[in-house]
């Protein structure tokens, strides 16, 4: 009767107790530990030893580079080739000379010939030989220049807005470019509707400069 009495008490320990049956069971009835459910095994901690714990990760220090500037990026771009030919932004400051005039020049390896801004064109005789009167325009309000050269050739442009090609005359002149200073053709036009009153075309630049269209005004004033 005394042991029913134990067993009776026992369960309703664990149903009070709720997670704690196993403790009031084994403490109530250690005679009866047969009778107890089986306490969860639990898992076995694995050891960290020293050596197989993840060594830190060394990070490099990102590289700073400083801010360039303008200026010393176009000072650090090459201006000459070692054979001499210059290297020309898509716009160059020339001088022609005489008079002594400074222009902006539009680089422009699709177009064969140079050209001039000249207006007042006139063409005459002297000594058998034909020649061209004509003027150059200044900067601002200073007064134009005018100039007589002998007429080398004409040559014909086609232009987009005329069915007939324009027939200019052909004549020398002395041009600084950089460093440089060449006697080189222009055909004289009216270019008062261009952007830029000179164009430099292929055969100035050829063995003479190469194009970096991402530039302008590589080349220093003299």
Known sequence: MSGNRWIYLALRLALLAGTGALMACES?????????????????????????????????????FPDLQYDDVTKSVVTQL???????????????DPPGIVYDARIDSGANTSSLDARNLEIFERDGKRWVRFTLRKSGNAEPVMLEKPVKS???????NNAEPDRRPVIRLRMNLGPTSDII???????????????????????R??????????????
């Open 209 to 222: 400069a190469v194009i970096d269209i991402s530039h302008s005004h590589l080349q220093k004033e003299w």
């Open 154 to 160: 004409f040559v014909l442009v086609s232009q987009t």
């Open 28 to 64: 109530l009835l250690p005679s009866r530990l047969a009778q107890c459910p089986p306490a969860s095994p639990t898992e076995p901690q694995a050891s960290v030893t020293q050596d197989d714990a993840p060594k830190p990760v060394l990070m490099k220090k990102p590289a700073v």
């Open 82 to 96: 070692p054979d001499g030919r210059l290297i020309v932004g898509g716009v160059e400051s020339v001088k022609i």
């Open 185 to 207: 053709e222009f055909s004289l036009t009216d270019r008062s509707r261009m952007t830029y009153p000179v164009l430099l075309g292929r055969e100035y630049l050829i063995d």
